[in-house]
């Protein structure tokens, strides 16, 4: 347990700003790749007579697979491009699940990896909670555990936000499990003992002075295989397919 709490450093001081939201610089090539493609998978499920909503949700679908492999792979961009390539087809055929149970996922992952560079603030913890909260009442509970353990790393009074979200009565089943889905996301724990094996890491924390910590990537890594296990056991896994389509992506680059 001991190495647990030690994700975050001894004695570290709360700084200002949130330490889920992360800037998105168009001058970068792959940022620009990331709003392209998805407004390119939007375009086309509208193209192939899907309704404005379902349109927004894929292309919200292979954006968030972009996102969420850049939480997993920092260096490597590459992989982020992959895994939006990976989600675009379920994406287009509808076998995309809640937006926002990618969205939480995305936020316990950046948490843990600690690729933002601050300490969590109260209104981080609450958005988790929320986050939690809202793939607990869509079905989503596998889902919602990332964002509800991630927060209750914290130690102290904060500890019960993020878990308390997973306490709101929600539907018997969510969005299930689909054959793409599930191909995902065994592709993805078929690799996972690469994506899950050390990696040195040299990107930096998006505010200085911190630099984004190896353990703290190899942890969300491990996270990651374990929602999309728990997904899958309990056919959960079609809101999963940013992160299977993110996991997968990166498993790959470390495979070679």
Known sequence: ?????????????????????????????????????????????????????????????????????????????GSAATALSLAALPALTGGSGHIWTGVGVLSGLRLLAGTVGR????????????????????????AGLLPALSSGLIPGPSLPWGAAGLLVPGQQRGAGTSLVSALLALGALAVAFPLTAPEAVQARCDHPPRTIQARRVQRARQAAVLTLLGGLVSGQSRSLIPLAAAALAVGWRRQG
């Not at 975050?8 to 090539?29: E, I, M, V, Y």
């Not at 709003?35 to 349109?55: I, M």
């Open 119 to 142: 300490d969590p603030q109260p209104v981080d913890l609450a958005a988790l909670g929320l986050q939690a909260a809202l793939a607990s009442a869509s079905g989503e509970r596998i």
């Open 1 to 77: 347990m001991s190495d647990l709490w030690s994700v975050f450093p001894p004695g570290a001081r709360f700084q200002p700003g949130s330490a889920l939201a992360r800037p998105l610089d168009l001058r970068l090539a792959s940022n620009r790749f990331a709003v392209l493609g998805a407004v390119a998978v939007l375009l086309g499920a509208r193209g192939l007579g899907r309704p404005w909503r379902e349109s927004l949700e894929a292309g919200g679908t292979a954006f968030l697979a972009w996102s969420t492999a850049r939480e997993l792979d920092p260096d490597h961009p």
